[in-house]
Each structure stands twice: as structure tokens, then as C-alpha cells.
């Protein structure tokens, strides 16, 4: 079901144009439901997109993560028709989510309208939204609704989670990742413009406000943690933090420390629930 932004009218309707008070998004494209916010602030650079596209596929983080949430949803939600992916950044998760599922009807919101350009050349045929996900218009409308690494750049989370929960049918849920444990914060958080790093209490607790039931929570990056620990100490306070250091190596390493994160996998398909690692999987529910 839509929900108008502008009189919170619910609405079923082949267009956007809500049958209440008349308003439309703006149409540039995709539809446009935070116009005033797709380009950013100050602080923002255009161009980081395009740097993350360069790097995402030829980053066995990247390629986890991309690996373990396509586990995720095939285990929690094997039923699922339709995906909501709420921040999709540059597209590189749904495209692989794509390939893993192409019989799910997968949509993209993206608030930056250099991320939505990036994503639409991967996605060509996916529809695509920019949005505020502090304001979506949907109600009960998917299956499952995702944000992988959004909740941390958004100052309003509990907000954006009761909207994750609002645009999910009763009985589907959500998929959440963010960072994992605030005494990690480095030099990373501080260019990627992250407001905190989550603990695995606060994410449950913050889930369980937003009226979801938590059904499983992990720790990733677990195996490779005392390599992270490492990696954080050294550019903590490093002023001129290259990103593509971090992300982008030798080909031999980038391969090694994919197959440890492939381990780590295969012992969370198994039943591990880690509880110690750079970054958290949250798996709720949106209670019948």
C-alpha cells in the first residue's frame, strides 16, 4: 500500500498521485519522494559513489557480506515474492541479490541522486526510488525490507527502523547489518560519516521498540577481528584516511581472506551465533 507524504493518506493505486490531497512525488528519472535532500550537503562529495562501484567487486568484504545476506534471506525468508533494499548505495547488494534471486521482485531507495545514477546502470531494469528513510511511502507493501550499513549515517535511527517495520508485510521482517562495537571507532567512521557503532544489545533493543521480534543476531567478521583491531589502531586519528587502503589488496590476500570469511559462513549456516566481530546481522519479524 502507498502512503502519501504530504496528508499520510494509505492508498492502492497504479500511480503516485494520491487520491486524497493530489500530491505526486517529482518524477526526474525515478520518482523523487526527498527532492530537497538528493544532492547532499556540505559535506557530502559526489563523487564517493562512483569510488565505491570501483571497489565493491574487487573486495572479499564486499563479496561477504553480498554472500552472507543472500544466506539470510534464502533461510528466514524462503517465501519471499518481493524485496525492499532501503539505502541500496550504488546497487552492488541488489545486483547480487539478483543474481541469487531472480524470482523476487527486488526495489532500490537511495537518498543521493549520484547513488540512484550508479545503481541504475547496474539495475537497469529495477525499480528505483529516491527516498528518505526516515520517511518511506509504503505501508505493508513487502516481504522484506532491508538496510544494510545505513543505520549508523542516520542520526534518527529508531525512526528509520519504525519505518523499515511499517513498510513490511505482518508476518516478513527485515534484514539489517551495521558496525559492531564502538570501541572499534577509527579513522573509517569518521570518512564513511558514521554517528556510532552499534552493540548487539542496542540493535535488539532498538528492533524490539520499532515492534519487530528479533529471530537471530551474529557478529561477522569475526575470524579476521584481531586483523581489524590491528587496521583501526593504526588509522585511528589518521587525518588523510585513503579509503581504497582499506578495501582494496593484492589479489593473493584479497583471496585468502575471502575464504576465511567463507569459513565464517559456513559455521553461522551451521547454527554459530558470533558475538564478538566488526560488523553485526540482525534477522526480524513483523509480527501477524
Not at 502512503?3 to 492502492?12: P, Q, T, Y
Not at 572479499?60 to 528466514?76: P, Q, V
Not at 524485496?83 to 545486483?95: D, K, Q, Y
Not at 516478513?172 to 547489518?177: E, N, P
Amino acid at each position: 500500500m502507498k502512503v502519501c507524504l504530504a496528508c499520510a493518506h494509505r492508498f492502492a493505486s497504479a500511480t503516485w498521485t494520491c487520491p486524497s490531497c493530489g500530491w505526486a512525488p517529482e518524477l526526474d528519472g525515478e520518482p523523487r519522494f526527498a527532492p530537497d535532500l538528493a544532492f547532499g550537503d556540505p559535506g557530502f562529495v559526489e563523487e564517493s559513489f562512483e569510488l565505491l562501484a570501483s571497489i565493491e567487486q574487487s573486495s572479499f568484504w564486499f563479496r561477504s557480506r553480498n554472500d552472507l545476506i543472500a544466506w539470510a534471506l534464502g533461510k528466514y525468508f524462503p517465501e519471499a515474492e518481493s524485496l525492499l533494499e532501503v539505502g541500496c548505495g550504488t546497487g552492488f547488494v541488489l545486483a547480487g541479490l539478483q543474481r541469487h534471486f531472480p524470482e523476487i521482485e527486488l526495489v532500490g531507495a537511495e537518498l543521493f541522486a549520484s547513488g540512484l545514477a550508479v545503481a541504475r546502470r547496474r539495475l537497469p531494469d529495477t525499480t528505483l526510488y529516491q527516498m528518505d528513510a526516515r520517511r518511506i511511502p509504503f505501508e505493508q507493501e513487502f516481504d522484506v525490507v532491508c538496510a544494510f550499513d545505513v543505520l549508523e549515517h542516520v542520526h534518527e535511527d529508531e525512526e528509520v527502523l519504525q519505518q523499515l517495520c511499517q513498510a513490511a508485510k505482518q508476518g516478513g521482517g527485515v534484514l539489517i547489518t551495521v558496525p559492531q562495537h564502538p570501541r572499534l571507532w577509527s579513522a573509517v567512521d569518521d570518512f564513511s560519516r558514521h554517528r556510532r557503532r552499534y552493540t548487539r544489545r542496542e540493535l535488539a533493543r532498538k528492533l524490539e521498540d520499532a515492534g519487530l521480534a528479533v529471530t537471530r543476531t551474529t557478529s561477522f567478521v569475526t575470524l579476521l577481528l584481531p586483523a581489524l583491531v590491528a587496521s583501526r589502531v593504526l588509522h585511528r586519528g589518521d587525518d588523510d584516511f585513503d579509503p581504497e587502503t582499506e578495501y582494496r589488496m593484492p589479489a593473493r590476500i584479497d583471496a585468502t581472506l575471502e575464504r576465511v570469511m567463507t569459513l565464517e559462513r559456513r559455521l553461522i549456516e551451521r547454527g554459530a551465533s558470533f558475538r564478538i566481530g566488526g560488523s553485526l546481522l540482525a534477522v526480524a519479524t513483523r509480527p501477524e
